[in-house]
Each structure stands twice: as C-alpha cells, then as structure tokens.
C-alpha cells in the first residue's frame, strides 16, 4: 500500500506575517523563507500584492522576489503571490510568479472590509484575474475565506461555499482552498464542507482542494486532522502558528507548520519536511517579532527525545 502524503503548504512569509505589528525588513524576510526552504519546504506562500497603505507589511513584495533563493522561476519550488485585483496580478506576472492565490470571502459585510466590494464582487475578481493568469501561463488559485463562519454576519451556510465553489472552478481555478478565516469550525464542519465541494471539484479540469484553518478557539489542529481524513492532501500552516487577518476582529495566528508536521509524522503520512529545521527557526522568529509565539511543539520538544550525550 503506497504510503500516504501530505503537502504542507508554508504561509508565514505572507499570512504569517501580515498581521503582526513588527514589520520585518526584506532581509529578515529572506532569512525566514530560507529556513522554510532548509526544512524541506517546497511550495510557499510569500508575498501579497495589495496596497502598501491597507497592508504595510507586504510592502516590499517585488524587492523580496528578486531575492529568494533561485528567484521566482525556481523549478524545484513553487513561490505563490496573493492577489486581489487586475493591478495586484499586472505586479505579480511583472515580477515573475509562477502561481497566484486570489481571496474571495463568503458574506457582503467581511468582503467589504476586507476588498472594498461584495461577496459576488470578489467571484467576479477572480474571473478576471484567473483569465489573464492562464493566458500568461500562470497557475490561478482561489480561497474561499470565511468559509466556515464570518466575523460580522455570523453562521456561513453550507450552499453559499458550495455555490462559489462551482463559480470559481467554472472560471478557471486549478486549486479551491476552504479557509476557515476567524477559527470558528470544528471537525464535523470540515467533513461536511469537503464532502459538499468534492463533487463540484470534480466538474472542472483536475481542481485541486486544500484546507486553511486558524486556531483561534484552539481547534485548528483538530480541523487538520478531519480534513487529511477527509482526503484533504494540501494544508496551510505557518511556522510558530503566527499570522491572522488584520481585517477580522480577535483573528488569531494559523496552525503551526511544526505542530502539524508532528501530528502528521506520528500518523505515518509523509510531508517531505524535517520536523527538527522546522522548529529550530521558531525561536528564531520569536526573537524578530519580540515576543513568544502560538506555536506548542518548540515548547514542549519532540517525541521521543533524543537521548542524552
């Protein structure tokens, strides 16, 4: 029986570090998508394309590119670039990544804080933006954002998330991830949105799925698990579980990267990931932001421990 893998997917260098208040300079930001990469990372989210002003962290997005390790066009790694409009992508394809991710979110109300637009308006966004992207030949991804619950108007339903779904992959989307943007789901709700959106991922080319959970009610890595037994073969994580939208009142950080791969490792499924270079960068990022992170697994060591000298 082959064995079972799962691709993390490292989101610290963009969503890790877009709501901290320490803005990291370019360097300090090579330096973390080098530990990312000395670990075994090989697909990164590292960069946003969107106004400076709104997200003054992301501010230095083609000067961080230029100087990843092998540059954007690096075949052995996939650098992707959040987008949210035809300006952000013209950056993006200008700067020369290879995959962009797009946000659509699930309610008016948190699409209007976040974009400036509607739910719908969002969608539509990303027709566009995955039409340009395919014909520039680059990969065009999309998140559904809130798709487990919206800050403001409350309980998402579960037509609402599978309607996107079918909008998205009809307009091109090569990946659907489900993010659960505020960390309000719980395992059952994983299972229940998997099951409703494969289906309809499955009226397009080979569309990909992957799952985005945030911890703030500590169930995040709960989520993770229902969604690899869902069949769920790509997750989201952030080393040191840091990040969080600025634009969702009390959202905290994201899974983290090494407590997963922890979890992931002890249940014989194989990410690619050196679990001791995963962890061994956490203190590093807690001495750039200046204080302790979400992260458990740095705390706590690993297991079993290696004996000593």
Same mark, same amino acid.
């Given at each position: %029986?082959?064995?079972?893998?799962?691709?993390?997917?490292? =989101?610290?260098?963009?969503?890790?570090?877009?709501?901290?208040?320490?803005?990291?300079?370019?360097?300090?930001?090579?330096?973390?998508?080098?530990?990312?990469?000395?670990?075994?990372?090989?697909?990164?989210?590292?960069?946003?394309?969107?106004?400076?002003?709104?997200? !003054?962290? %992301?501010?230095?997005? /083609?000067?961080? #590119?230029?100087?990843?390790?092998? $540059?954007?066009?690096?075949?052995?790694?996939?650098?992707? $670039? #959040?987008?949210?409009?035809?300006?952000?992508?013209? +950056? &993006?394809?200008?700067?020369?990544?290879? /995959?962009?991710?797009?946000?659509?979110?699930?309610?008016?109300?948190?699409?209007?804080?976040?974009?400036?637009?509607?739910?719908?308006?969002?969608?539509? &966004?990303? &027709?566009?933006?995955?039409? #340009?992207?395919?014909?520039?030949? =680059?990969?065009?991804?999309?998140?559904?954002?809130?798709?487990?619950?919206?800050?403001?108007?409350?309980?998402?339903?579960?037509?609402?998330?599978?309607? %996107?779904?079918?909008?998205?992959?009809?307009?091109?989307?090569?990946?659907?991830?489900?993010?659960?943007?505020?960390?309000?789901?719980?395992?059952?709700?994983?299972?229940? +949105?998997? /099951?409703?959106?494969?289906? =309809?991922?499955?009226?397009?080319?080979?569309?990909?799925?992957?799952?985005?959970?945030?911890?703030?009610?500590?169930?995040?890595?709960?989520? &993770?698990?229902?969604?690899?037994?869902?069949?769920?073969?790509?997750?989201?994580?952030?080393? $040191?579980?840091?990040?969080?939208?600025?634009?969702?009142?009390?959202?905290?950080?994201?899974?983290?990267?090494?407590?997963?791969?922890?979890? #992931?490792?002890? %249940?014989?499924?194989?990410?690619?990931?050196?679990?001791?270079?995963?962890?061994?960068?956490?203190?590093?990022?807690?001495?750039?932001?200046?204080?302790?992170?979400?992260?458990?697994?740095?705390?706590? $060591? !690993?297991?079993?421990?290696?004996?000593?000298?």
């Amino acid at each position: %029986m082959p064995e079972r893998s799962v691709q993390v997917v490292e =989101v610290s260098p963009r969503d890790g570090l877009q709501a901290e208040s320490v803005v990291l300079d370019t360097e300090a930001k090579l330096t973390l998508i080098g530990k990312a990469l000395d670990a075994g990372v090989r697909r990164m989210e590292v960069v946003s394309f969107v106004n400076p002003k709104r997200v !003054p962290q %992301m501010a230095d997005a /083609e000067a961080v #590119l230029a100087g990843i390790p092998g $540059g954007p066009g690096r075949t052995d790694v996939t650098y992707i $670039g #959040l987008v949210l409009n035809r300006r952000g992508f013209e +950056r &993006a394809a200008e700067a020369g990544v290879r /995959e962009i991710n797009v946000v659509t979110i699930t309610s008016d109300t948190f699409a209007e804080r976040n974009q400036g637009t509607t739910s719908d308006g969002t969608v539509e &966004a990303f &027709a566009e933006i995955a039409k #340009l992207a395919l014909d520039a030949g =680059v990969r065009p991804t999309v998140t559904i954002s809130a798709a487990f619950g919206c800050p403001y108007e409350g309980e998402v339903p579960l037509a609402r998330v599978v309607e %996107m779904t079918r909008r998205l992959v009809a307009a091109g989307a090569a990946e659907v991830a489900l993010a659960d943007t505020i960390g309000v789901a719980v395992p059952s709700d994983v299972t229940a +949105r998997v /099951e409703a959106v494969r289906p =309809v991922l499955a009226e397009g080319d080979a569309v990909a799925l992957r799952a985005h959970f945030h911890n703030t009610r500590n169930t995040g890595i709960a989520n &993770a698990y229902a969604a690899v037994e869902a069949g769920v073969d790509a997750l989201d994580a952030s080393l $040191g579980g840091i990040g969080g939208c600025p634009f969702a009142p009390n959202a905290t950080g994201n899974i983290p990267t090494e407590d997963l791969v922890f979890m #992931l490792d002890r %249940m014989g499924i194989h990410t690619g990931l050196d679990l001791a270079r995963l962890t061994d960068a956490v203190p590093w990022i807690e001495e750039q932001l200046g204080k302790r992170v979400p992260g458990l697994l740095s705390k706590a $060591g !690993p297991f079993p421990k290696a004996p000593a000298a």
